[in-house]
RNA sequence: GGGCUUGUAGCUUAGUUCGGUAGAGCGACGGACUCUUAAUCCGUAGGCCAAGGGUUCAAAUCCCUUCAGGCCCGCCA
């Protein structure tokens, strides 16, 4: 028997009230219902109903919450997507043996479908009065409790479902997610951009800084990796003659997981032909302003402790003037000797391996500004070292056209005047392979198709890739990627293990 | 990788300081109740306290190890 399975959370009694509707000839899980209202519209329609109930009887569907069994007569909370509403179930309506099966057999965390006539109750709250009831779906598992919810966190995560029928704050931050998604797409198109999707299983990954997942396929025996960026084939095909094109895409790296890292998480990434980063930090300024006032209906709003003005025109700083500005240092202006100096002072990290004072630049940007800058702030001008896909600054020796935006100290975007010298592109990437041979395990592999690409010609270009986890934390408030992220990667839980070997 | 911290009934939890047979609410089960809304009232069952080992006459409690989480730091542009 399927109840007798160790690994299935069925509960016995259940089972059994499942086992003797069977015997009376009741479907537990029958093929539909013609519902013919959401609790959304009732509420809407009959905001202001008085006691008696309205001539027209509507069809609800969903899950019951809670039941208040007052013995001939039942009060029972129904929740469909798009709320909850009351329902009233009297044994005169329903008859003997309706509403004995119902006081019986039926169980919160049940579907039922209800047919009925919408009233207000003595105490004023809009509900249902029902003549009719079926159920929809039976349960076999017991729903958490009805006051507290759950809110172990861990199940959480493990048990979305669970986490979506019990909290209702779960549920809109995936609603916004949704949302946000749909936005960006429409948001792109309108603009002139196509939507296209490059492989997910790439031969030689590249597009950023990271570790990969390698994973092998059987008939071509061959090693592949899994993206960490869909940069290099987006970029091919701007090459190729489309001149505004995005993905929408899951990228994986093989790296710590903690608040604001899951191993595969979603970015958007978006290219456009003659245009360069300023217009691109444009295009990316635009899009989270009218992102928050799509979600939040006004131009600010609260994450955490701060309070965040997205409103236009937001900071724009190079990396040198903010080490400047927040840490009073002119990296520029210093020689090795002293700037070393006050990476010992400070304790800086990996300074001592610096061997520029770009390299310096970085790391004080790094330790002394990133968390620092709160309120939206774009971020410029980043040095040759760390950007081998970006376009050498049209002035500044040895500082390229890249920027990145931060917001609670959070990276959100990466953007840059695409690099389309193929022949300054193969140095770089022989420079990050030279790296990556000698255990830089997140340098890049030289990807000589896209430089071949390259070597045919991609027009002067715009690019950005925004991380829409990261955007989605800031939009709905949340400390934590696992909470916008639906099924965050959780070490897998051993079931019992018998002891072998 | 480092620090702190959590795991007790289906759910929410008390008990751990200072060792002495595990307590509650909700839920479930049985009963009463035809306008309740965390319904109420009466009754019943349900836990070997994350796992393993140790100390002890005695361990949920003290010690060690392991497992799975959470927070912070490092790392990850």
Redesign the pocket.
């Known amino acids: 028997m399927t109840e007798q399975n160790e690994n299935v959370?069925f509960?016995p009694?259940?089972c059994e009230?499942a086992t003797t509707l069977l015997q009376q000839g009741v479907s537990c899980y029958p093929h539909g219902f013609e519902r013919t209202a959401t609790v959304a519209e009732i509420r809407e329609r009959f905001e202001s109903i008085g006691?008696d109930p309205a001539d027209e009887r509507f069809a609800l569907a969903g899950r019951l919450y809670?039941?208040?069994?007052?013995?001939?007569?039942v009060?029972a909370?129904l929740g469909d997507e798009t709320g909850r509403m009351?329902v009233?179930i009297?044994?005169?309506d329903l008859g003997d043996e309706l509403f004995t099966r119902f006081?019986?057999l039926f169980?919160?965390g049940d579907i039922i479908g209800v047919r009925g006539r919408p009233?207000r109750?003595?105490?004023?709250?809009l509900?249902l009065?029902v003549d009719e009831l079926q159920l929809l779906c039976k349960t076999l598992?017991?729903?958490?409790?009805?006051?507290?919810?759950?809110?172990?966190?861990?199940?959480r995560?493990?048990q979305r479902y669970l986490d979506l029928v019990m909290n209702e704050r779960a549920r809109e931050t995936f609603r916004v997610r949704s949302r946000i998604i749909s936005f960006i797409r429409s948001f792109l198109t309108e603009r002139g951009y196509l939507e296209f999707e490059t492989p997910t299983l790439q031969p030689i990954y590249g597009g950023?800084?990271?570790?990969p997942f390698t994973t092998h396929h059987h008939y071509l025996d061959q090693t592949l990796f899994l993206r960490i960026a869909p940069e290099l084939y987006l970029k091919r095909l701007v090459v190729g003659g489309f001149e505004r094109v995005f993905e929408v895409s899951k990228n994986f790296?093989n790296?710590?997981?903690?608040?604001?890292?899951n191993p595969e998480f979603t970015m958007v990434e978006a290219y456009e032909a003659y245009r360069d980063y300023h217009q691109m930090m444009d295009l990316t300024e635009e899009l989270v302003l009218r992102l928050v006032e799509t979600t939040h209906g006004s131009t600010s709003l609260v994450y955490g402790e701060n309070t965040l003005e997205f409103a236009h025109p937001w900071r724009r700083m190079t990396m040198e003037e903010a080490v400047r500005e927040y840490a009073g240092i002119d990296v520029l202006a210093l020689s090795l000797e002293e700037l070393a100096r006050i990476a010992a002072e400070h304790r800086i990290?990996?300074c001592a391996k610096a061997t520029h004072q770009r390299e310096h630049l970085i790391l004080f940007f790094?330790?002394f500004v990133?968390?620092r800058l709160i309120q939206p702030t774009f971020i410029h001008d980043?040095p040759v070292e760390?950007?081998?896909?970006a376009k050498r600054h049209r002035e500044k020796e040895g500082f390229t056209e890249?920027f990145?935006l931060f917001i609670n100290g959070m990276?959100l975007a990466?953007g840059f005047s695409e690099l389309n010298d193929p022949r300054d592109q193969l140095e770089r990437l022989l420079t990050q392979d030279r790296r990556r041979l000698e255990g830089d395990l997140?340098a890049q592999m030289i990807d000589h198709d896209f430089i071949n690409a390259l070597a045919l010609g991609m027009p002067p270009t715009g690019g950005v890739g925004i991380g829409i986890d990261r955007l989605v934390m800031l939009l709905t408030d949340h400390?934590?990627i696992?909470e916008v992220i639906l099924f965050?990667q959780?070490?897998?839980?051993?079931e019992s293990e018998p002891a072998e070997e």
């Open positions: 959370a509960d009694i259940r009230k006691h809670t039941v208040r069994n007052h013995g001939k007569t009060f909370d009351q009233y009297r044994k005169n006081v019986e169980d919160r009233f109750t003595k105490v004023g709250e509900s009065w598992t017991d729903l958490p409790e009805k006051f507290h919810g759950l809110k172990d966190t861990e199940k995560y493990r950023a800084n990271a570790r790296r790296e710590d997981i903690d608040s604001s890292h990290p990996d790094e330790f990133e968390s980043f760390n950007s081998p896909l890249r990145e990276e990466n997140e400390a934590s696992k965050p959780m070490k897998t839980a051993r």
